[in-house]
């Protein structure tokens, strides 16, 4: 998470924001779903659409949290 979280502030996003502009970026992800509890929550939701992450920035967080391999290399021991 620290690696992540530098990342974050080397953008100069939110962690939270940064994540979901991932997921909004991410072409598997059909639908990211928010809670926010707050207007401040909110307002960092829908900055995320703003964010423009470079096919670096997607290479960097997929080395700091590398994606599923496909069946069956991800469920071999």
């Given at each position: 998470l620290?690696?992540?979280?530098?990342l974050?502030?080397e953008?100069?996003?939110?962690?939270?924001d940064g994540?979901?502009a991932?997921?909004?970026?991410?072409?598997?992800v059909?639908?990211?779903?928010?809670?926010p509890?707050?207007?401040a929550?909110l307002?960092?939701s829908?900055?995320?659409?703003?964010?423009?992450?470079?096919d670096?920035?997607m290479?960097d967080?997929?080395?700091?949290?590398?994606?599923?391999?496909?069946?069956?290399?991800?469920?071999a021991?």
């Amino acid at each position: 998470l620290e690696r992540f979280f530098s990342l974050c502030k080397e953008l100069g996003e939110q962690p939270a924001d940064g994540a979901l502009a991932w997921l909004l970026h991410n072409p598997v992800v059909t639908a990211p779903i928010i809670g926010p509890r707050t207007l401040a929550q909110l307002d960092g939701s829908l900055r995320a659409t703003e964010i423009q992450l470079s096919d670096a920035t997607m290479k960097d967080i997929d080395a700091i949290f590398p994606p599923f391999k496909t069946a069956p290399e991800h469920y071999a021991w």
